[in-house]
């Protein structure tokens, strides 16, 4: 019997191998390690380990870029930080302005509209950026062997949800078609919503307060909450996923860990320990002691990108 | 050509026929109203539209037996409200302790555990506590006709969410053998949890600090976050649903709110607008002019519970 190999942009290596294992594993009857469908939970979180976080996550692009479309109306800018810096594209004055910073930005440019608004903003603005140096559509710079990924783990009765410290708003309006999740499975940062009338229609409306999915410890509380048990894989590519990892895999019965480590600056990026977005350090040290996969990017992945 | 009835706990009248009108006309293909799969969204509130909410809702039940438990080692709590009065089954000056004391009820039963002994807590409780006059166990108590709802719309390509004012650790151990509905697929309100080691094993602790989703203006926020979209259907019974309904049936497209109306003292109870629990007045008064469908328990339901 001849069957069609159900990772073809994954070469057959050590990666590959060892995640199809698990899979077959967890999915043979009868197999000691057998699990039920509806406990076949996968997590992946978003920013480096579905698409390109380098040389900033995409939420910061479409930031600066808010800002700049939205600047005509609010000339103090020129002179005021964090809209300053972002006017200028000066990422460093950027980070310099910290916490409160990031806080002031995503307050101007994700909130005081509707979600319908914001939703058509969003959708308006992914269809017209590029990303600087790999000058393609930002939803085209999605990996295609985690493409892949999903949908092999989706045939073998996985859920796969996406867990991102990111805002949802940026990734729910196009995870259906590009990676067949629908948006309920998106879990993420958010604003707050106030249910408010416009006219006699019921809307609810964007306050400029952020409700974050912190990276981290804040992980493991978010996905709990948002599914209301503990996954058997998860996918990730930084130390923002350890806890994540780790409390995924503490559990009982067969679990399974995955790093995606950036190795391959000709097709995309190579960074970890010294990097702004998506550090990635202790986790990958923790990895060998936990069984934890290391993806190596150059060496596991046949195809980056989905040719365009 | 002979199709058996999809709804068979229901009586033919108007109730089922305009719900299964409305189920026909969005999954028809090539009808003017036919709504995608992926947007055949429907929320179904908890608390008097799945299960019995009366003398009190299920999880003060469940608060009362837990304080009572809790007691031996709190001896303080025979002279301190709102324990006193949770140990004395005196529901009208636990009321008067008002939120409160009903914030400190849930902090001293709700909390102080990891999830996974909080879940045992609850099964425990489950398994053996009954209704203080129907005399069945809790999860008996759930209506025949919304469970045969649920499975109707599913096989109607539909996703089914419950969504509920109370805590969702109370609903989310048995909604898949009870409803068919994973906990993923119920949102309410939760306790704050905090990620921390027992030894070197990582686990979920459950804080005395509510995050609730109050009822009314609250319901259409929670459901936006959790799912990202506007459900097509609501199904709700008192005026805490009025802004669920409200809210899904002003989207575009076709759409329908449905109210459970507790008219059958006979098999369960009958209430509407005199109630602490379950109050339905304004929405009630608002369904002809919104075209929401007003189901009769007694008159439309042909079964109230399932046989056990």
């Given at each position: 019997m001849v069957v069609s190999d159900p990772l073809p942009s994954w070469h057959d290596r050590g990666a590959k191998q060892a995640i199809v294992e698990f899979v077959t594993r967890v999915t043979r009857d009868r197999h000691a390690d057998f699990v039920p469908p509806q406990e076949r939970i996968a997590v992946f979180d978003h920013d480096g380990t579905m698409w390109v976080e380098q040389p900033m996550y995409t939420q910061l692009a479409f930031a600066i870029d808010r800002v700049k479309a939205l600047a005509p109306a609010y000339p103090e800018w020129h002179a005021q930080q964090p809209f300053k810096a972002a006017l200028e594209d000066n990422l460093a004055a950027l980070a310099a302005t910290g916490e409160r910073g990031a806080a002031e930005l995503v307050a101007a440019t994700h909130a005081n509209d509707t979600t319908d608004e914001f939703t058509e903003i969003v959708i308006g603005w992914l269809m017209n950026a590029r990303h600087p140096t790999l000058r393609r559509l930002y939803t085209e710079l999605v990996y295609q062997p985690m493409v892949?990924?999903?949908?092999?783990?989706?045939?073998?009765?996985?859920?796969?949800?996406?867990?991102?410290?990111?805002?949802?708003?940026?990734?729910?309006?196009?995870?259906?078609?590009?990676?067949?999740?629908?948006?309920?499975?998106?879990?993420?940062?958010?604003?707050?919503?106030?249910?408010?009338?416009?006219?006699?229609?019921?809307v609810l409306y964007r306050l400029?307060?952020?409700?974050?999915?912190?990276?981290?410890?804040?992980?493991?509380?978010?996905?709990?909450?948002?599914?209301?048990?503990?996954?058997?894989?998860?996918?990730?590519n930084s130390d923002a996923d350890f806890e994540m990892l780790d409390w995924t895999t503490a559990g009982d019965g067969p679990r399974l860990g995955v790093l995606v480590h950036h190795t391959d600056a000709a097709r995309?990026?190579?960074?970890?320990?010294?990097?702004?977005?998506?550090?990635?350090?202790?986790?990958?040290?923790?990895?060998?002691?936990?069984?934890?996969?290391?993806?190596?990017?150059?060496?596991?992945?046949?195809?980056?990108?989905?040719?365009?």
């Open positions: 892949d990924m999903l949908a092999y783990l989706r045939a073998n009765g996985f859920t796969t949800f996406i867990v991102s410290g990111g805002g949802v708003e940026l990734i729910r309006p196009w995870t259906q078609r590009v990676y067949g999740v629908p948006p309920e499975q998106v879990i993420g940062s958010r604003v707050k919503l106030h249910y408010e009338y416009r006219g006699n229609r019921p400029p307060e952020i409700e974050p999915v912190d990276d981290r410890a804040a992980k493991p509380a978010a996905i709990y909450e948002a599914i209301g048990r503990r996954p058997i894989l998860a996918f990730g995309e990026f190579a960074y970890d320990r010294d990097t702004h977005f998506g550090r990635l350090s202790r986790a990958v040290d923790a990895a060998p002691d936990r069984n934890w996969v290391v993806v190596d990017m150059a060496r596991d992945w046949r195809e980056m990108f989905a040719a365009t």
